[in-house]
């Protein structure tokens, strides 16, 4: 169970960076916006080990191959399109609204999907790599979707509680952060 709990929180930290970044961004998001982010990001880290542990050990090589340029494609996709609407806002000092933000984070709900994809891709793996060692993979998933949900949820609230600090450079911050995580997940890892 402590290595259930550790694999968890190891996938989790990519949801919590997306989710902290998504809270300074838009520090007025509702309630349900959070928890239908924090679900979308708990349902994929719950769903991609056991589609990994399901597709099996002939596709481990092809997968670990490009995960790391899959994801590093979808984050530098979305963190570019944050960044580039950056400049778009009207005042340095104004805080996006809910209709700025939908267009480049987690209220818009392709884009959540996308980040929900891109966090999750080394679950895929983790799934992979249970199958190859016989070790069955519904408790671990579960554990893994729910540390998932917990983490990016309290990450959503503490961002909007400092986002305030950050006003308009928010959007700007949070897509050079998502880029950065695409770039530390293609580089970062052995």
Known sequence: ???????????????????????????????????????????????????????????????ARFDRW?????????????VRESFSIKEVAQCLDEEDAA????????TLIVLSVATSIDALAVGL??????????RPSIVIGLVTFAV??????????IGARFEGWATRIGGIVLMSIGVVMLFGKP
């Open 1 to 63: 169970m402590l290595t259930w709990l550790l694999v968890a929180l190891g996938l989790s930290t990519d949801a919590l960076a997306v989710s902290v970044t998504n809270g300074i961004c838009i520090p007025t998001l509702k309630p349900r916006f959070a928890l239908r982010a924090a679900l979308s990001f708990g349902l994929f880290q719950f769903g991609m080990p056991i589609a990994g542990w399901l597709i099996g050990g002939a596709v481990n090589i092809l997968i």
């Open 70 to 82: 899959i994801a590093f494609g979808l984050l530098c996709f979305v963190g570019g399109k944050m």
């Open 103 to 110: 267009k480049s984070t987690i209220l818009n709900f392709g």
């Open 129 to 138: 790599s249970y199958r190859m060692v016989g070790t069955p993979i519904l």
């Open 152 to 161: 990016s949820f309290l990450g959503i609230e503490f961002g909007k509680r």
